[in-house]
């Protein structure tokens, strides 16, 4: 009996190995980054938070998969996102367009990489109470991809960053404060990906590749900035009237939860998730 029990304590102190490799692919990604931005590489810079996106899609999917879940892949993939989508792009854009810009220019960066910290905080206290359908605030990939790829966008048309430093160190602070408010963006969980589909999305999908491959940089960036639009908007949109607390504070307002209440009453609510704080990224 305790031979069992020393063997389960010892399995359960075990990392397991694929997950936590792509967790470290990703933030491998997010400190390239730094790193290329340092040196002057911005293209390859922006696209290394992409890739870093990739690799945190993946993680936490493969660890369901393999059912290779655990506590210390999930605080490993929290920290690994504070790099990859909260220091990563505020550094990127500081070195980019924001160093000359003064004491204005590493505020903007640091505004956006405490918002970063502060969404993940949150979102790790959230896990499992809330709704599914829905973020709260934007998501770090999704700012982390607005910052990206309005660097990849600009560094491909020869922009000299410090000469739209004020516009981009305005942009920095907007999208981190999109991340810590109360604005509702579609999660798209309800989407089902296992489902069958005929074969003309099959060839849809494979058109939107062949887009994206012709103009990665500004097809990114329209993706992500319209993304970052809607969260304002499908917040006004279901509200009768915009208070406060739609917008930053204390989330628990009435007009959300009766809205929620009618949303579940109309539409079947998800499964519940496991907790791995690998499904939506904070």
């Given at each position: 009996m305790i031979e069992k029990h020393t063997t389960e304590s010892a399995k359960n102190r075990g990392i397991y190995l694929l997950p936590n490799l792509l967790t470290t692919a990703g933030l491998f990604s997010g400190f390239f980054a730094v790193v290329s931005s340092m040196n002057g590489h911005f293209i390859s810079a922006a696209i290394a938070?992409?890739?870093?996106?990739?690799?945190?899609?993946?993680?936490?999917?493969?660890?369901?998969?393999?059912n290779t879940q655990s506590e210390f892949g999930a605080e490993y993939d929290s920290m690994a996102d504070m790099?990859?989508?909260?220091?990563?792009?505020?550094?990127?854009?500081?070195?980019?367009?924001?160093?000359?810009?003064?004491?204005?220019?590493?505020?903007?960066?640091?505004?956006?990489?405490a918002c970063a910290a502060l969404r993940l905080a949150r979102f790790n206290t959230?896990?499992?109470?809330?709704?599914?359908?829905?973020?709260?605030?934007?998501?770090?990939?999704?700012?982390?991809?607005?910052?990206?790829?309005?660097?990849?966008?600009?560094?491909?048309?020869?922009?000299?960053?410090?000469?739209?430093?004020?516009?981009?160190g305005i942009i920095t602070i907007i999208t981190g404060l999109l991340m810590v408010s109360n604005f509702r963006y579609n999660s798209f969980k309800e989407v089902d990906w296992k489902g069958k589909v005929n074969f003309l999305m099959v060839l849809l999908i494979v058109l939107v590749f062949v887009v994206v491959a012709s103009s990665p940089a500004e097809l990114l960036g329209a993706i992500f900035i319209l993304y970052a639009c809607s969260g304002p908007i499908t917040t006004i949109r279901?509200?009768?009237?915009?208070?406060?607390?739609?917008?930053?504070?204390?989330?628990?307002?009435?007009d959300f939860e009766s809205i929620e209440v009618k949303d579940k009453a109309a539409t079947p609510?998800?499964?519940?998730?496991?907790?791995?704080?690998?499904?939506?990224?904070?």
């Open positions: 938070i992409f890739i870093a996106m990739i690799f945190d899609g993946l993680d936490g999917r493969v660890a369901r998969m393999t790099v990859s989508f909260g220091i990563a792009p505020g550094l990127v854009a500081y070195n980019w367009a924001l160093s000359d810009m003064g004491k204005f220019g590493w505020l903007a960066a640091f505004v956006y990489v959230q896990i499992g109470i809330a709704d599914k359908r829905y973020f709260q605030g934007l998501a770090s990939p999704a700012a982390a991809g607005v910052i990206g790829s309005i660097v990849w966008v600009g560094s491909e048309y020869q922009l000299n960053g410090h000469d739209y430093g004020a516009i981009v279901s509200v009768k009237k915009l208070k406060l607390e739609h917008v930053i504070g204390d989330d628990q307002d009435v609510s998800s499964n519940s998730e496991n907790n791995t704080k690998d499904e939506d990224k904070g």
